[in-house]
C-alpha cells in the first residue's frame, strides 16, 4: 500500500494540496522553514493524521554540515514508510540510494521559472557542487500546477493542470470550513471586502534583496496613487515585512499570510487586480480587469530578476 507524505513550506503550495487530495487530512505532513505561521501550524496539528517539523532545513551544509547530515539521517530513517512525497519545488527532500517518487506542487511564479530553467548545464552543475535537490532527487513524476500556459513542452505529459474554483465548488460546506480553519479565516472579516474594488497584490522584491525597501515602496506608491484610497484593498506577501498600515494608514491591507486564493474562493469579487508579478491575479473565474505590469517599468527590478512583459486585459471565464 502507497503510503504518502507532504513536505511544505509555503501557505499557497498546502492550499492546492488540499484541493487536489480530498482525502487530505489522512495523510502524514512535514513542514520546513519558517513562512507557515504558527497558529497555522496550531491548526493543522489537530486536524492531519500525523505532523512533524523538520530540522535539517534550519542548517547549512557550509556552515553546519555535522548538523546537517545529522538531521538528514533522521530523517532518512523517518521517511522510509513513504513511498510518494509532495511538495513545492523549494523542496529541499533527497533519500540517498534511494529511490522515492516526487509530485512537486505549483508554488506560484518560482515554479514556472523553474520550470522553464530547469536544462541549465550551469545550475546542474551547482546543484551537484552544493548537494541540491536539483542533483540529488529522483525525476518528478507529475507536477500539480494550476496553468500550463508557457511550459516547456518536455514537461507537458507530466502536468496535471487544476482548477481551484472547480475543486472548490465540488466540496461540502463542512470541507471548506476545514480549509478556512487551517487559516483561521474570519468569515465576517472577508464579507466586509466586497465594497472594495481594486485589488493589489504586494510582492517580497526588497526581503529577497532584489532592490532597497525605500524603491519598493515608491513602485506601489506610484501604483496606489492611480486609485480612490477607498476604493482599494491591498493584500501582502507572505514573506513581506514592510508595514503597508503605516504607509497608506486610509487604506485597507490584509498582512495575514494566509493564501489570497481564498478570498477569490469565497465569492469576494473586484473590478480591477494589480501586480507585478503574482500569478495570483490569474486566480479569478470571473470578468475583471487585470494589471499584470511585470518588470518592464521597473529595469532595476526587471536587472535583478528577470525581465517580464506587461500585461492589461480581462481574465474571462
Known sequence: MKKRAVVENTCYSLLLYFLYDRDWKSKDYFIFGNRISSKYINKMREKVSHFDILESFMFSY?????????EKRKEYLKFKKYTEFYGNVCTNLYL??????????????????????????KQSISDFLNLKRGFLKNKVKKYILTMSDDIPKRYLKDVVEINIHDKWQNLSQPERDDILD?????IEYLNKLNAKKILILTQCFS????????????????????YNEDDILIKTHPREKTNYKNIFPNISVIDDPFPFELISLHGIKFRKAVTLTSTSVFSFNYDLDVDYLGTEPFPKLAEKTYFIKSKFKKNKL
Open 62 to 70: 557550509k556552515n553546519h554540515s555535522f548538523k546537517f547530515f545529522s
Open 96 to 121: 540517498p540510494f534511494r529511490k522515492i517518487n516526487r509530485f512537486e506542487i505549483e508554488d506560484g511564479l518560482g515554479t514556472y521559472k523553474h520550470l522553464q530553467g530547469n536544462n541549465s548545464l
Open 182 to 186: 487551517v487559516f483561521c479565516i474570519d
Open 207 to 226: 526581503e529577497d534583496g532584489f532592490i532597497s525597501e525605500s524603491e519598493k515602496i515608491a513602485i506601489y506608491e506610484s501604483i496606489v496613487s492611480k
